[in-house]
């Protein structure tokens, strides 16, 4: 519900639209004449939802100088933009967090509010990054950012006035790098009114992979487990591990790139299961899925812990070596019965997620910190 509170929110970069993305609309929304504070921002990375133009700073010139063609030249420069945002005369300020936000600490006196996607996982987390850096000079860059970003992160920890997680993993990791045991969990809005289920669409013979082909995610997991199981998946999107999807994809592997919303709403309608092999901070695409009656088959690790219920709404797959892992996803698919699931009930945990509730959650949250 709108209220008359002068809030204000900021957000890593608007560069492209994903999870974190619909984070700030949904704020913006539940805050309408709430200003939206961004370092950097470019027409596609802006969300319709926004009530008014985000304000970006000194820094998007230099950005815009280098042609958009990647933010990562002006991550260094990130702290110091956050740390200079004119932000003034407001009664909180909510941060949307990643990698560099909380530096907005610095810039006002007003109670800041983090919600957190992830502390910075590049940063702490020497596996993640491993092979990121393009080079040896590329990879001693990262690691020296990284260093940055930690620091940062630590020392802005303290002055936050409240820290939200969106899941139980990232509230964990919250807990383990910056020391603080007392993070709130409220879950990102999942877009429940465009996924819905429709009970004349008939299910078919494959499993989906959707969403961006990127190694954190590991696509290759979910390609290997179907290659061993002998079944059919269709893989919808598409990113920089394209190529090594392909290679070893089985024969029963389909791949359709990027698809418009009503042909993926099909697919999520239609397949058996949709899979999540990687670990997430949350997840969406999982909880899309659930919107239209759909299990998951995830990896019983990260967000999926808090979105897939085990034996209701999904299958958790043990963590374990990348081939328990594989053998664990070819054996749930080899042995999935969907008449185990009753897809209204899954229906009715996917709206538990909606748009709605998160601005509920995230007004009580302000409330309460005010």
């Known amino acids: 519900m709108p209220n008359d509170r002068r809030i204000a929110v900021v957000h890593e970069r608007l560069t492209e639209i994903?999870?974190?993305?619909?984070?700030?609309?949904?704020?913006?929304?539940?805050?309408?004449?709430?200003?939206?504070?961004?370092?950097?921002?470019?027409?596609?990375?802006?969300?319709?939802?926004l009530s008014s133009p985000p304000h970006t700073t000194w820094l998007n010139r230099i950005y815009d100088g280098i042609g958009q063609r990647s933010y990562a030249p002006v991550l260094p420069l990130m702290p110091l933009a956050f740390r200079r945002l004119p932000v003034r005369d407001v009664d909180a300020v909510v941060v949307s967090h990643h990698a560099f936000a909380t530096q907005t600490v610095h810039a006002t006196d007003?109670?800041?509010?983090?919600?957190?996607?992830?502390?910075?996982?590049?940063?702490?987390?020497?596996?993640?990054?491993?092979?990121?850096?393009?080079?040896?000079?590329?990879?001693?860059?990262l690691t020296g950012l990284s260093a940055v970003a930690r620091r940062c992160e630590i020392g802005a920890a303290p002055r936050l006035r409240t820290v939200v997680a969106n899941?139980?993993?990232?509230?964990?990791?919250?807990?383990?790098?910056?020391?603080?045991?007392?993070?709130?969990?409220?879950?990102?809005?999942?877009?429940?009114?465009?996924?819905?289920?429709?009970?004349?669409?008939?299910?078919?013979?494959f499993f989906l992979l959707a969403g961006r082909l990127v190694p954190y995610k590991r696509p290759d997991i979910a390609i290997r487990a179907a290659a061993k199981a002998g079944v059919r998946l269709v893989v919808a999107g598409d990113g920089r591990a394209m190529d090594q999807c392909r290679t070893l994809a089985g024969p029963d592997t389909e791949f359709l790139g990027r698809v418009s919303h009503e042909t993926l709403l099909h697919l999520h309608r239609s397949c058996r299961a949709l899979l999540m092999p990687g670990i997430e901070d949350f997840g969406i695409v999982p909880v899309e899925s659930m919107a239209t009656g759909t299990p998951v088959i995830a990896l019983g690790e990260g967000g999926a812990l808090d979105s897939v219920l085990d034996g209701r709404t999904g299958i958790h797959v043990a963590p374990g070596s990348d081939e328990k892992i594989v053998d664990g996803f070819a054996e749930a698919m080899r042995s999935f019965d969907p008449s185990t699931f009753d897809r209204t009930d899954i229906r009715s945990w996917a709206e538990g997620f909606s748009r709605a509730e998160f601005r509920r959650k995230m007004q009580e949250v302000v409330d309460a910190a005010l």
Do not use: C
């Open 18 to 49: 994903a999870g974190s993305e619909h984070v700030v609309e949904q704020l913006s929304i539940q805050w309408p004449q709430a200003q939206v504070y961004a370092p950097i921002a470019r027409p596609e990375g802006i969300p319709a939802g």
């Open 110 to 141: 007003a109670p800041v509010i983090a919600y957190v996607h992830s502390p910075a996982r590049w940063a702490w987390d020497k596996e993640l990054r491993a092979g990121e850096g393009g080079g040896k000079a590329g990879a001693a860059i």
């Open 167 to 205: 899941s139980s993993a990232v509230a964990e990791r919250i807990a383990n790098w910056w020391g603080r045991d007392d993070a709130l969990v409220v879950h990102p809005p999942v877009d429940t009114e465009g996924f819905t289920p429709d009970p004349s669409v008939e299910r078919e013979n």
